[in-house]
């Protein structure tokens, strides 16, 4: 038993199966809707019962499957009855074709959202590249084993009888996959709201965020939908594929404009409308063999948008990487391979411009003694406070980088000796004035100087001069105590 069973109160169980008839007449609904729209054996422009199936599956796990069974076995039986022609309908088959769909349908979108479910968490997570990787993936996985079991197992069952089988199993697979990506988010969401939010998975792809609607919003996805008209207008008129394999591109490209700039519902109801206004349209236009552009179309809209929505959280993971690696973790100075970098850029343009670049070096006194008195922690107090209390004294265009344990360097460009020596006198004052923090105690720190003399000095030779500077003043520091 899972956990989500465990934790099923007794009235959310007869919630669950109240959903049974109303997932039976979605799907069937959804599945007489794709055979209107058939433009070839088997083969519709899109096959929304896939996306019934895969988010019922996802959301309600193995409750769903009752419905599915029973919705497949009347599909079958409706099928028989309409290819019978008004002959006898042979009810062995149709047990067979029902047992054999049912059992290879719910198999096969069972796989991807068992796994997707497995996955996925009760609360809300980041909207990851991966999340969006394995859900494309796996959908793609499920349609092609229901596409590639349902061709051979209703050619075994004598329902279907195409000399072309793979060319069967392609245009249903395009068909369940361009459905599935499509309307599986909506319908996710729709089964949550049904079953109640908390006892369903929540999953990146299928999130739609708070529905606050801008009238910008509304105008984009007016735009779209518009634009996509007037594509397949443009078509019905033509009967032109190459035109509409270029034009199709627009709406791809508005719907990355809302991706960009609007928020995540409205996002989704981009996908949503696009893909219900194209089996519409296509519909009434009767595209024939074209059908794949569409579903090529509607399967890149789809996959460019949840990749597009990734790349926020891929910005901000790249962005933590390089803070992590730029920053010293305990004081948030720069850590040193990065001070020296952004001093040797410093410095040569201060030579460049003819003007003096300071370097201050500092070492916290008796760190030691402090960790060994008040504990580590406090000393690691007294570091994140020393570099404080210098950034609050240093301007933007300067920078501190944490060289080793408690010592640390200030670049200074465009600063003389003076303003050097200035800005060292005020930290020594600032820190003599702050007592630690809950310590009650004052810290103090050894200061070296040296200011670029002439436009041969380089980084090294800076830090080597400052740094001998400041073991002048701590070896006083050191005899004074
Ligand atoms: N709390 C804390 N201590 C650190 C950290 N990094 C280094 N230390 C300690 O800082 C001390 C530095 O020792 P020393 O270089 O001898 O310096 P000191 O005790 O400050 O003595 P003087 O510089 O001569 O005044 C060592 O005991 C290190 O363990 C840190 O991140 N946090």
């Not at 209107?36 to 796990?61: D, I, K, N, R």
């Not at 409706?78 to 149709?94: K, Q, S």
């Amino acid at each position: 038993m899972t956990t989500s069973q465990q934790l099923t109160p007794p009235g959310q169980t007869g919630r669950f199966w109240l959903l049974q008839p109303l997932l039976v007449v979605l799907w069937l609904g959804s599945f007489l809707l794709a055979a209107a729209l058939e433009h070839a054996p088997h083969a519709s422009l899109w096959f929304p019962p896939a996306a019934v199936t895969f988010a019922s599956l996802f959301c309600l796990g193995w409750r769903a499957a009752p419905a599915i069974f029973v919705a497949c076995a009347v599909a079958t039986y409706l099928t028989e009855t309409a290819g019978a022609n008004g002959g006898a309908v042979r009810l062995d088959v149709v047990a067979s074709s029902s047992l054999v769909f049912a059992l290879i349908h719910t198999g096969a979108y069972a796989l991807p959202a068992m796994t997707l479910r497995r996955l996925a968490r009760f609360e809300q997570a980041e909207f990851t590249l991966r999340a969006v990787t394995e859900f494309l993936l796996l959908g793609a996985v499920g349609a092609a084993l229901a596409a590639s079991f349902g061709v051979l197992g209703l050619q075994q069952t004598e329902l279907l009888d195409a000399p072309d089988l793979f060319e069967v199993a392609a245009a249903w697979w395009i068909g369940d996959y361009a459905a599935l990506v499509t309307l599986a988010p909506a319908l996710a969401l729709m089964l949550r709201w049904a079953v109640g939010s908390s006892e369903v998975r929540r999953f990146p792809p299928f999130e739609w965020g708070p529905w606050r609607f801008r009238r910008s919003a509304v105008g984009k996805l007016a735009v779209l939908l518009a634009v996509t008209l007037a594509v397949l207008a443009g078509y019905h008129e033509l009967s032109n594929s190459r035109a509409l394999l270029v034009m199709l591109v627009l709406p791809v490209v508005l719907q990355l404009w809302i991706v960009h700039t609007e928020n995540l519902a409205t996002t989704q109801l981009g996908v949503l409308g696009f893909s219900l206004l194209t089996v519409g349209a296509a519909a009434a236009v009767q595209v024939g063999d074209d059908a794949l552009i569409l579903q090529f179309a509607a399967v890149s809209l789809a996959a460019n948008t949840y990749l597009s929505l990734a790349a926020p959280a891929l910005y901000a993971a790249n962005e933590r990487l390089r803070d992590q690696v730029s920053h010293d973790g305990l004081t948030g100075a720069l850590s040193r391979t990065c001070f020296e970098d952004r001093a040797a850029i410093g410095l040569a343009k201060g030579q460049r411009r003819n003007q003096p670049c300071s370097i201050i070096m500092l070492d916290m006194d008796r760190l030691k003694e402090l960790n060994d008195t008040h504990g580590h922690a406090a000393g690691d107090i007294a570091l994140r406070d020393l570099v404080k209390h210098c950034k609050a004294r240093l301007r933007a265009s300067d920078c501190m980088g944490r060289l080793s344990g408690d010592e640390f360097a200030i670049f200074l460009p465009g600063t003389d000796e003076d303003q050097t020596r200035a800005i060292v006198h005020d930290l020594r004052e600032q820190l003599a004035a702050t007592p630690l923090e809950p310590l009650g105690l004052t810290i103090s720190a050894s200061f070296g100087m040296a200011t670029t003399p002439d436009s041969s000095s380089s980084l090294s030779q800076l830090l080597h001069a400052a740094d001998q500077a400041m073991y002048v003043e701590k070896r006083a520091h050191r005899r004074s105590v």
